[in-house]
């Protein structure tokens, strides 16, 4: 600990490009590969290589065909729940949301900087969620549209509100829907980064009651240590809270566009 | 905090990269695995049901043979003990048939040896008023010495037997 133990609790969340690709364009776009991209291939190919397991397709399924077809009867479910019989035609999207999400999540919690190379939580960058929020949000206008036409514009006049207050609650609604892609894209980014940097502030924590001595480790490190355990559970909680809450949202608001009120 | 202070640098890398393996993501898995694994649940269900209801169906015709054979049973029961009771009532017929007959047989006897012990008593009684008439009328020649006709006896004794 030559360098006075500085944990910089951002510092995980700092984007570099691989592999020499820093000056790979298009259209005059960067598009490097960067670990950002490196961690979202490797959910998209764990997630594919989950979803494997459970292609066997067999009549009594074993452990791994339980697991992927419980996923799949979750979301099926919800959309059925929440949507309807038309709600599975929306299972192909939300289905992927979830499950990359979700993965994304879990996979950014792996301890693996206990060999030396650091996990990257993609989903705690706003500009990885808003892609996914954007896309859901351009989802409910498209089907709302094609669905209804102008009569969507109905979604933002609830049923009987007298005469007088229509202007009022159309432009609150209004406000209201447009608001959704921010909060569905923001709550999953400030929800993992903030688990993130809670991890890495008692970590310092740690290290630095560590440094300061046997007193200090007794009182500091060892409970931020227990805390840490804790949260960590905790985290695993939320990684998989954020992805069904993102699900859940994304299917309420495909309701919205197929059903309106 | 990279996520603002990298924006610039990095958004259209994110962007970029994010569309390209979530499209991947959704019509790999999305498209093309999650529907397979749906069916193989549905056929599944399907096949449950299935069988349920051929064992349903099993089970009701069963039941409908059991009381198909329940009831041959209660019929055919029942004919036999209709004709049990046919020959029980024959059988009870032809005994007080045969009781009656062998009753008047005997009753007949019976009167006829009634008048015929009735015709021995007149023939006994008439036989002892002549024996007892005889009797008057030697015991009067005897005793008195008088000569009594035969009628006159007769009627004495008659007199004297039937008070």
């Known amino acids: ?261 | 905090m990279p996520q603002i202070s990298q924006l610039a640098a990095t958004y259209s890398s994110q962007i970029f990269w994010m569309l390209v393996i979530f499209g991947a993501v959704f019509f790999l898995v999305g498209r093309g695995m999650a529907p397979k694994v749906l069916e193989t649940m549905e056929g599944r269900d399907q096949k449950i049901a299935a069988d349920l209801a051929a064992a349903e169906a099993a089970r009701h015709e069963a039941q409908a043979q059991d009381d198909a054979w329940k009831a041959a049973a209660a019929k055919q029961r029942g004919e036999a003990q209709a004709l049990i009771a046919a020959a029980k009532a024959e059988a009870a017929k032809a005994t007080e048939g045969r009781l009656a007959s062998a009753g008047a047989e005997a009753e007949a006897k019976v009167a006829d040896a009634e008048a015929r012990i009735a015709a021995a008593r007149q023939g006994a009684l008439a036989e002892i008023e002549t024996v007892a008439a005889d009797a008057a009328a030697e015991i009067a020649a005897r005793v008195a010495g008088l000569t009594v006709a035969a009628d006159a006896a007769r009627a004495a004794v008659k007199d004297v037997l039937h008070g």
């Open chain 1, 1 to 261: 600990m030559a360098t006075e133990a500085k944990v910089d609790p951002m510092h995980q969340f700092t984007i570099e490009p691989l592999f020499g690709t820093d000056h790979w364009a298009l259209g005059g776009f960067n598009i490097a590969f960067t670990n950002s991209a490196l961690w979202m291939l490797i959910s998209a190919v764990v997630l594919y290589a989950f979803m494997l397991g459970g292609m066997k397709r067999e009549l009594v399924p074993g452990r791994w065909q339980v697991m992927v077809e419980s996923m799949t009867g979750f979301i099926e479910n919800m959309l059925s729940a929440n949507i309807g019989k038309e709600g599975r035609k929306y299972l192909p999207y939300v289905f992927s949301l979830f499950m990359f999400i979700l993965f994304a999540n879990l996979l950014g919690l792996l301890p693996l900087g206990l060999v030396g190379v650091h996990p990257f939580t993609f989903t705690s960058h706003f500009t990885a969620t808003g892609v996914l929020a954007i896309l859901s949000f351009s989802i409910v206008l498209v089907v709302g549209f094609y669905k209804h036409g102008l009569h969507f514009f109905s979604l933002f006049v609830p049923h009987g509100t007298p005469l007088p207050m229509i202007p009022l609650i159309f432009v609150i609604e209004l406000v209201s829907f447009l608001v959704r892609p921010f909060s569905l894209g923001l709550r999953l980014f400030v929800a993992m980064m903030a688990g993130h940097v809670l991890l890495e502030v008692l970590s310092s924590f740690v290290i630095g009651g560590a440094n300061a001595g046997a007193f200090f480790m007794g009182l500091v490190s060892i409970p931020s240590f227990i805390l840490m355990v804790a949260i960590c559970a905790l985290e695993i909680l939320v990684a998989g809270i954020q992805a069904y809450v993102f699900a859940l949202l994304t299917s309420l608001y495909i309701n919205d566009a197929e059903h309106l009120h």
